[in-house]
């Protein structure tokens, strides 16, 4: 008999289940789990789902030549064209080496991304409620657009390009895998794209018409890049690039933030430790780079969160050459599903696991799960590329905000997951600021 022929069939109700609630896909890994896959029969096209750690290490690391990024990047590209994020085979190699080096050493924007949380906490006050998702879009908008492109983001268009990213993703997530899209919302969808364009052809206007060689952010070095016949990026090449990383790079660190401070919130005792972590290692200073090494219940925080609630909480792959993973054989044109959000709450990996507790991480259980039991981030040769960049920026933003304030939330039950390509808080999540004495 086939090898696929074994790979369990979801149930209509189960796929129901899958598409309809985040949770859905938990309740399958429960059930599935031993098999390591199950196969969810989708209106359009059936996918596959892994259970299994050393199968996904597999998919995105050993294996990863037989697999390339799945329907979503499809739609993707529409906004961020060919750039880092969506291109394939030999353009994304030439696209990762080219940005490689902005990322490879990043302490020197540890001020840049200090400066914007101070300048934000300039227009806090005490008792005063916010969004603070939206508070945390605003910050990690400036840091990028001062970090990788040496320019403010435009005030005027904030709050435009949030609903505008938003609805944005929502509209992906409708229609992954769909073949009949409506007209209208094609219409809106142009709409929205064309406001971002806007965004990001402005930045590389006002930078053509300076000397790049006063700058040594992204925005230059993509301006200054020859490829093999000495010819320079076209002006489209370098939007997308722009484009891409404007948009991997802000929203996503801006949630992981949202749900760091929602977590916190929930729980006095973890909230009690991080500031007697921050008022003991800082001792009321700014932090600085260097401090972060000593803040380690701080990077428990954030590693717990990024487990709790992956921001990327799923990836696809799509099979371009048969190939066997674990037990079973997949052929040309299946699609995969890694869920991040399954594996970091498998009962393989973690006891517990729908409680928050950051000290799990020093536990010698956790050190010796596969690698793939915790992957926030992805793996292979697509890891995130700013891994490194959002890491230290969350835990500075976190602690410079923390030294002065305490965000309580009054509602929790108000505050809803939204899975659209990054888990974001559905209605914001309006708290309210105290002033540390
Ligand atoms: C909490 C914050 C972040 C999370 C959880 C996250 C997660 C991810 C994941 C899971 C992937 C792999 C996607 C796949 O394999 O299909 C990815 C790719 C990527 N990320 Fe991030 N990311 C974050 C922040 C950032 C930041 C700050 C930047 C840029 C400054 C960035 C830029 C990118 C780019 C360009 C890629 C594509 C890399 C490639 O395909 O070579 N990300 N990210």
């Known amino acids: 008999m086939e090898v696929r022929s074994k790979i369990p069939v979801g149930s209509y109700e189960e796929t129901k289940m899958f598409q309809s609630d985040l949770n859905g896909i938990i309740t399958l890994q429960k059930k599935y789990m031993k098999d390591r896959v199950v196969y969810i029969p989708e209106p359009n096209k059936g996918i596959y789902i892994l259970f299994n750690a050393e199968d996904i290490q597999e998919v995105l690391v050993t294996k990863q030549k037989y697999f390339e990024k799945g329907t979503t990047a499809n739609l993707l590209k529409s906004l961020l064209g060919e750039g880092l994020v969506t291109s394939k085979g030999h353009k994304h190699r030439k696209d990762r080496k080219l940005m490689q080096p902005m990322f490879q050493s990043i302490e020197h924007f540890a001020p840049h991304m200090i400066k914007h949380t101070v300048s934000l906490l300039e227009n806090w006050e005490d008792g005063q409620q916010r969004d603070v998702s939206r508070e945390m879009n605003e910050v990690t908008l400036n840091i990028i657009t001062d970090t990788m492109f040496g320019t403010k983001a435009d005030k005027n268009l904030l709050g435009d390009l949030r609903a505008s990213l938003k609805n944005f993703a929502r509209f992906i997530m409708k229609n992954t895998g ?17 406001l971002l364009n806007q965004v990001v052809l402005s930045i590389i206007e006002k930078r053509k018409s300076e000397n790049i060689d006063n700058y040594h952010d992204l925005l230059s070095l993509l301006l200054k890049t020859r490829d093999e016949s000495n010819n320079q990026l076209t002006n489209e090449e370098i939007k997308d690039q722009v484009m891409t990383i404007f948009v991997a790079g802000h929203g996503t660190t801006a949630n992981m933030l949202s749900w760091i401070w ?29 401090d972060l090494k000593n803040l380690q219940y701080t990077d428990l925080i954030i590693q717990e969160s990024l487990r709790f609630y992956p921001v990327v909480y799923q990836l696809r792959r799509k099979v371009v050459e048969e190939v066997k993973i674990g037990n079973h054989l997949f052929k040309k044109g299946d699609e995969i599903l890694l869920s991040q959000y399954a594996l970091h709450r498998s009962p393989l990996y973690y006891d517990r696991a729908d409680e928050f507790i950051p000290e799990r991480f020093l536990d010698d259980n956790i050190k010796n799960n596969p690698k793939f039991s915790y992957f926030p981030f992805g793996g292979g040769a697509r890891v995130c590329i700013g891994n490194h960049f959002a890491l ?19 509602n929790p039950t108000k505050v809803e997951v939204e899975p659209l390509i990054t888990l974001s808080p559905k209605n914001g999540l309006e708290m309210t600021l105290k002033r540390r004495e």
């Open 178 to 194: 769909n073949t009949q899209v409506d007209e209208k919302e094609i219409m809106d969808f142009r709409q929205n794209i064309q």
């Open 262 to 290: 929602f977590l916190v919130s929930q729980h006095p005792e973890v909230e009690q430790k991080l500031y007697e972590e921050i008022d003991t290692v800082l001792a009321g200073k700014p932090p600085k780079i260097h």
């Open 392 to 410: 230290q920026e969350a835990a500075l933003i976190l602690v410079t905000i923390a030294q002065q304030y305490k965000l309580l939330l009054h």
